[in-house]
Structures are given as C-alpha cells and as structure tokens.
C-alpha cells in the first residue's frame, strides 16, 4: 500500500485530539474534536529495511473539522494533497484531481474521516484501543483488528496533549513511518485560500 495513505488512516487520528481527565477514550475523543481548525508542520520519516538512511519528507498541514485534510508536502518534493468526504485529491497544474479509490486506500480513508469525525466505535471496530497517560501527556496505540490492516501494520502508535504530538506506524513487512507534528496551533482559521481549496 501506498505509505501516504497508510500515514493518512494515521493522521485522521488527528480528529480525535480529545481524549483528557481520569482518562478515557470518549474524553480524548471530545478533547481532540474541540478545534475547529488545526494548521501545523510535519516530518515524516519512513524506515525501510533496504535503505541504510530514513526517507524523510517534511511540510505543511491544515486540518478542518468540516471540511477534511490539507496536507502540503514541500520536500523532497512538492505536492498538494486533500482529503475530505469525497475522497483524496493531488493538485496538478489544472487543479485538484481526485486519485482513483483503491481498496486499501478506501479503506485507510474511510478510517481517516471516522477519526476525523470522533467516529471511536468506528476506531474500535477496527482496532483494539489501549490508552494510557492523561489530558496533557497521552498515548493512544492501536492495534489491528481486520485481516486488512493486520496486512499492512502491527500496531499504530499516537502521542500528545491538547494536540496530537507523533504517530507512528509499525507496519508487518519491517518498516515503519514515524511522523512528528510540530508547531501545531488551533489559534489560526482558515485563510481564503484554504477556504478555495477546501470548496473547489
């Protein structure tokens, strides 16, 4: 499976920056849904059992409760990605394209908006939750329930606070994607901008 849609199932997990106090699942649920709108920066490294060095990729994201996933890749490379209900979408240079649904990919997007949305019967249908820590240093790890995603991962691991801070991803064939959110703010609304490439 495309490692982007394996680190998107992941950052839907952003949705759920809620979970807080004597700590359980619905208190980081509501805790994470709180932000309307979550802009920050990412570094994501994947480990590959071939290649001495990590694959690392670092750039942008903005995250809209009723909207979806803006996630700006700027090196290596640079490319535009958007997901929302309808789907996942890549920029070109005519504009946003929607990339054809594969059955993985499906898969880790419909997980992605049941994260997105606080949808954690959804989570637990298809992952073992264990939860550990409380509202201001937590960590979430996941562990496949599905014959699908037992194919691809052994387990998902997200830390944080108010925010999600890391996720990492164990995947079955040895390699991993560890995936740093840093300066992440709920502070900022969307831009006209983000507002178009949201719309469009």
């Excluded at 590959?48 to 690392?56: D, H, N, Q, V």
């Excluded at 700027?74 to 394209?97: E, F, H, M, N, V």
């Excluded at 509202?135 to 691991?157: E, G, H, Y």
Aim: with cysteine.
């Amino acid at each position: 499976m495309n490692p982007f849609f394996k680190c998107l199932g992941a950052l839907a997990l952003l949705g759920l920056s809620s979970i807080a106090h004597a700590f359980d699942l619905q208190q980081l649920s509501d805790q994470l849904a709180k932000p309307d709108v979550i802009h920050g920066n990412f570094i994501q490294e994947k480990h590959l059992r071939a290649l001495p060095k990590p694959l690392t990729s670092k750039g942008t994201f903005v995250l809209a409760k009723n909207h979806g996933l803006l996630w700006l890749l700027k090196t290596p490379l640079q490319q535009d990605y958007r997901i929302s209900a309808k789907g996942i979408a890549r920029r070109d240079a005519s504009g946003w394209q929607m990339l054809p649904s594969k059955s993985a990919g499906a898969e880790q997007n419909r997980l992605f908006l049941a994260v997105l949305q606080g949808d954690s019967s959804g989570l637990q249908r298809d992952f073992e939750l264990s939860l550990s820590g409380d509202a201001q240093n937590w960590k979430l790890t996941l562990i496949p329930r599905s014959l699908l995603l037992k194919q691809v991962f052994n387990q998902i691991s997200i830390t944080g606070s108010e925010l999600v801070h890391s996720i990492e991803l164990l995947e079955t064939q040895g390699d991993s994607t560890f995936l740093r959110m840093q300066d992440s703010t709920s502070a900022q609304p969307l831009s006209d901008t983000e507002q178009h490439d949201f719309a469009e």
